[in-house]
């Protein structure tokens, strides 16, 4: 048990890792890869579309979602012959969102910085080869992007994405490369190039910057945070068109305000005394003493241990000289 444990709050979420292949049921891992591919209550699919998304035969999908359907997890449509997002599903996810005073005061420093800038700013979580934005903030004249809570992105090819894979641990970054050009190979090729600069950057500034990864049109800056609660990387990202912000400007105006945003918001994860999904979440008061303050973090759970040791949530400074 004591050896399955430490590999779970080191690999966190890398299934795929040949260290720990062997632990992995892959039918769950499989049912979960499913309910992944419907991306909003509406989301209509197919078996067929499932399996092309999920690189999984068509008979091994068909099963997954009769027992998926049997479950109240997905709802099967005869007349379109598709499947889409069940009872059970919403009613597990809306019990997790309630609530949520933790969100909602990360949610008003988002929007803040996003009005004075202007941009897009969003806190975003891990899943996979994917970040799910859980608060965004935008700015009334911001375009470019539409990104709302729940929308999901790619780890390859975003600000966000670039500075949580540069954040892990070097053998654990490396897995899930490895992983991810298994599976995604295309996104491995966007990733692979950009890794090595993205871990010095953030080793000596604190911050990660993508322009033109995502979109042409879009340039983005990034800072990862450690999360005690879930031990594992929690991302505070921006996007701003590039023809108001090139790389320069990112640097010297954007910068120091997501450095500043990110700080806030580590002391904020710091003082929570539960997660961020939790409607029992209490938000402390950022103590005057700032980082120098000592707060008890949660004891790690084996269930939802991240990519590294426990260690309280703060933005990663050039002057730490560590990831």
Same mark, same amino acid.
């Given at each position: 048990?004591?050896?399955?444990?430490?590999?779970?709050?080191?690999?966190?979420?890398?299934?795929?890792?040949?260290?720990?292949?062997?632990?992995? +049921?892959?039918?769950?891992?499989?049912?979960?890869?499913?309910? #992944?591919?419907?991306?909003?209550?509406?989301?209509?699919?197919?078996?067929?579309? +499932?399996?092309?998304? =999920?690189?999984?035969? /068509?008979? @091994?999908? %068909? #099963?997954? @979602?009769?027992?998926?359907?049997?479950?109240? &997890?997905?709802?099967? $449509?005869?007349?379109? &012959?598709?499947?889409? +997002?069940?009872?059970?599903?919403?009613?597990?996810? @809306?019990?997790?969102?309630?609530?949520?005073?933790? #969100?909602?005061?990360?949610?008003?420093?988002?929007?803040?910085?996003?009005?004075?800038?202007?941009?897009?700013?969003?806190?975003?979580?891990?899943?996979?080869?994917?970040?799910?934005?859980?608060?965004?903030?935008?700015?009334?004249?911001?375009?470019?992007?539409?990104?709302?809570?729940? %929308?999901?992105?790619?780890?390859?090819?975003?600000?966000?994405?670039?500075?949580?894979? !540069?954040?892990?641990? @070097?053998?654990?970054?490396?897995?899930?490369?490895?992983?991810?050009?298994?599976?995604?190979?295309?996104? !491995?090729?966007?990733?692979?190039?950009?890794?090595?600069?993205?871990?010095?950057?953030? /080793?000596?500034?604190?911050?990660?910057?993508? =322009?033109?990864?995502?979109?042409?049109?879009?340039?983005?800056?990034?800072?990862?945070?450690?999360?005690?609660?879930? &031990?594992?990387?929690?991302?505070?990202?921006?996007?701003?068109?590039?023809?108001?912000?090139?790389?320069?400007?990112?640097?010297?105006?954007?910068?120091?305000?997501?450095?500043?945003?990110?700080?806030?918001? *580590? $002391?904020?994860?710091?003082?929570?005394?539960?997660?961020?999904?939790?409607?029992? *979440?209490?938000?402390?008061?950022?103590?005057?003493?700032?980082?120098?303050?000592? $707060?008890?973090?949660?004891?790690?759970?084996?269930?939802?241990?991240?990519?590294?040791?426990?260690? !309280?949530? #703060?933005?990663?400074?050039?002057?730490?000289?560590?990831?």
């Amino acid at each position: 048990m004591g050896r399955r444990s430490e590999r779970l709050s080191k690999q966190g979420m890398l299934a795929g890792d040949a260290a720990g292949e062997g632990d992995v +049921i892959q039918v769950v891992s499989r049912a979960f890869d499913v309910l #992944r591919c419907f991306e909003g209550h509406e989301a209509r699919l197919g078996n067929l579309e +499932i399996a092309n998304r =999920c690189g999984l035969p /068509r008979s @091994t999908v %068909s #099963r997954l @979602t009769h027992t998926l359907t049997r479950m109240g &997890q997905l709802v099967y $449509l005869p007349r379109d &012959q598709k499947y889409r +997002i069940g009872p059970s599903a919403v009613a597990m996810s @809306t019990a997790m969102m309630r609530g949520l005073q933790l #969100r909602n005061a990360i949610r008003l420093r988002l929007q803040e910085v996003a009005e004075q800038l202007p941009g897009t700013v969003g806190f975003v979580i891990p899943d996979r080869f994917h970040l799910v934005y859980l608060e965004v903030g935008r700015a009334a004249n911001a375009l470019g992007l539409s990104s709302t809570s729940g %929308s999901r992105i790619a780890m390859a090819s975003t600000a966000a994405g670039h500075a949580f894979t !540069a954040a892990l641990e @070097t053998e654990v970054g490396d897995a899930l490369l490895a992983e991810m050009e298994r599976e995604v190979p295309e996104h !491995a090729k966007l990733l692979r190039p950009r890794l090595e600069a993205n871990r010095r950057a953030l /080793r000596e500034r604190g911050y990660v910057v993508a =322009c033109g990864s995502w979109s042409p049109h879009i340039n983005g800056l990034a800072v990862p945070l450690w999360s005690p609660q879930y &031990q594992t990387y929690v991302v505070v990202t921006i996007g701003l068109l590039s023809a108001m912000f090139d790389e320069k400007r990112l640097h010297n105006e954007v910068a120091p305000r997501l450095l500043e945003l990110s700080a806030t918001i *580590a $002391l904020m994860l710091e003082g929570s005394e539960v997660g961020l999904f939790s409607d029992r *979440a209490q938000v402390k008061p950022v103590p005057a003493s700032g980082r120098n303050s000592k $707060l008890k973090t949660e004891d790690p759970n084996e269930l939802e241990a991240g990519t590294r040791r426990p260690r !309280a949530a #703060r933005s990663l400074r050039a002057r730490d000289g560590r990831r």
